[in-house]
C-alpha cells in the first residue's frame, strides 16, 4: 500500500520555504584515535534527488550522516546547504529531518508526542503541530494512530512513526539511517516501494544509509559506495553495476568471476588471446577482465570453440562443466577454465534445450560490450 498522497497546500502552515536543498560535501575527515572513520570524503547530492551510502558495516556510513544532520563535527571540511555553509550550524537550525539507525523513539510517548517532537523543539503553536502531525501520520498511512503507545505497535509500524517524526517539518533535506534493516524481508520489500513514493511525493533530497545492495539499487537515483570511510564510486545504479570503478565495487555490487589479463596493444589478452572490448581499457597498474553470471551465454555442449575472439564476434572461452542445477525459470552452470578459474554463469531455460553435464566441455561466449575491464587493485 503506497503511502497517501499529501493533500495540496494552499499556503503553507509556515513562512518556512521548502527547498529542497542541494548538499556540497568538501574534504571532510573525521577519525578516531587511530581510525579514519571518513578520510577526505567529497560528495555533491543534487536538489531533491534520492542518494544512497553503500557500504559494509564500519565503513562510515553513520558518520557521513551525522556529519550531515550536525550531531558529529568532523576535523576539516566544509559542508553546503544550499549556498549556506553550516558546518557549525546546530542540528534544529539545518531544516533536515533525520530516522536514526535504532528508531529513537520514545517508548512513554504516544505516536502524536513522538512525532510532533521536533516541533515542540521549535515552539511551534499547539494548533500547528497538531494539524501537522495528523498530516504526517495519513502520509505515513498512520492516520487515527496518534493516541497510541509505541510499545503497543509493530516493528513497520514504529518505522513509520519514525518517518512521520522525520518529515513532520517538511524538511528540505531528509537523512535515513538503514531504516528498514530491523524489518523481516516481505515488509522491508514493501517499505522500499513506500519510501521510494514518499520521496516522489515530498521532493526532498535524500540521503539514505544501507548495506544492502539491492536496496540500494532499487531505491536510489545515485549510489555511492563506501569503503573505510572513502568514496569508491558515486554513480547510477546501472553505471555502478555495469561499469564498477575498481573490484571493490564489482565485488560488492552484485557477483562476478574475475579473470586476470594483460596488455597487449591498444587492447588486452587473456591466456594468450587477444579479447574484443566494447570500451579501451581503463588506465590502471593492473586489469582484470569483469564477468556477470547474466552476461556470459553457453554457445554450445561440444567443446569445438577455440579461446579468443570467434563467433559472431564474441570473445571465446573453453571450459568444462563442473555443476549444472536447473532452476525451473533459469540454469545455473559453473564451469572451470584451462587455468582452474571457475565461472558462473545464469541463463533462462528455454523450450526443451539440453543443459550439459558435469564433466562434459562447453564453449562460453561473452560479447565485446558485457567484456568490462576494470582496474584490479583500488580496494
Ligand atoms: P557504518 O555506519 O558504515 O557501519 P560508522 O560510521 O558507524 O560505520 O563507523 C565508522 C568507523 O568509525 C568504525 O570503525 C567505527 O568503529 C568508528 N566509530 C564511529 N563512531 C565512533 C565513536 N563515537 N567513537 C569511536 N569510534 C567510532
Ligand atoms: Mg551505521
Known amino acids: 500500500m503506497p503511502f497517501a498522497r499529501p493533500r495540496i497546500r494552499e499556503q503553507d502552515l509556515t513562512d518556512q520555504t521548502k527547498d529542497a536543498l542541494p548538499i556540497t560535501v568538501r574534504n571532510v575527515t573525521k577519525t578516531y584515535g587511530p581510525v579514519h572513520a571518513l578520510d577526505d570524503v567529497s560528495i555533491d547530492v543534487e536538489s531533491g534527488e534520492f542518494l ?66 521536533p516541533l515542540r523543539l521549535r515552539k511551534r503553536p499547539k494548533g500547528e503541530i497538531a494539524e501537522r502531525v495528523a498530516r504526517a501520520l495519513d502520509t505515513v498511512q498512520l492516520g487515527g494512530f496518534g493516541d497510541r503507545r509505541i510499545d503497543q505497535l509493530s516493528g513497520g509500524q514504529r518505522q513509520r512513526v519514525a518517518v512521520a517524526r522525520a518529515i513532520v517539518f517538511e524538511p528540505g533535506i531528509l537523512l535515513m539511517d538503514e531504516p528498514l534493516s530491523a524489518l523481516d524481508k516481505k515488509l522491508r520489500d514493501q517499505m522500499q516501494i513506500e519510501l521510494r513514493h514518499l520521496h516522489e511525493q515530498l521532493g526532498m533530497t535524500t540521503v539514505y544509509v544501507t548495506h544492502d545492495q539491492r536496496e540500494a539499487l532499487t531505491m536510489s537515483d545515485r549510489i555511492a559506495v563506501v569503503n573505510h570511510g572513502r568514496i569508491m564510486q558515486l554513480a547510477t545504479p546501472r553505471d555502478l553495476y555495469e561499469r564498477p570503478a575498481n573490484r571493490f565495487v564489482a565485488d560488492f555490487i552484485g557477483e562476478s568471476t574475475f579473470l586476470d589479463v594483460t596488455r597487449q596493444g591498444d587492447g588486452v589478452a587473456y591466456a594468450g588471446q587477444p579479447l574484443r572490448l566494447g570500451a579501451p581499457p581503463p588506465a590502471a597498474q593492473a586489469l582484470q577482465l569483469m564477468i556477470r553470471p547474466e552476461r556470459i551465454v553457453l554457445l554450445d555442449g561440444d567443446g569445438t570453440g577455440e579461446q579468443g575472439p570467434g563467433r559472431d564476434g564474441m570473445n571465446l572461452f573453453a571450459a568444462t562443466a563442473t555443476d549444472v542445477v536447473y532452476q525451473g525459470d533459469s540454469y545455473l552452470l559453473h564451469a572451470r577454465l584451462a587455468d582452474d578459474t571457475l565461472i558462473a554463469l545464469r541463463g533462462p531455460m528455454r523450450g526443451t534445450a539440453d543443459l550439459p553435464a558435469a564433466g562434459q566441455p562447453v564453449t562460453l561466449g561473452l560479447a565485446p560490450e558485457d567484456s568490462v575491464l576494470i582496474d584490479a587493485g583500488g580496494a
Not at 77 to 106: C, N, W
Open 52 to 117: 544512497t551510502l553503500l557500504g559494509p558495516s564500519g565503513s562510515g556510513k553513520t558518520t557521513l550522516l551525522m556529519v550531515l544532520a550536525g550531531f558529529t563535527r568532523p576535523d576539516c571540511g566544509s559542508l553546503k546547504f544550499g549556498d549556506t555553509e553550516v558546518i557549525r550550524t546546530p542540528p534544529h537550525l539545518r531544516d533536515l529531518g533525520m530516522t536514526f539507525q535504532s528508531y529513537a523513539l520514545f517508548p512513554h510517548m504516544t505516536v502524536a508526542g513522538n512525532v510532533g517532537y
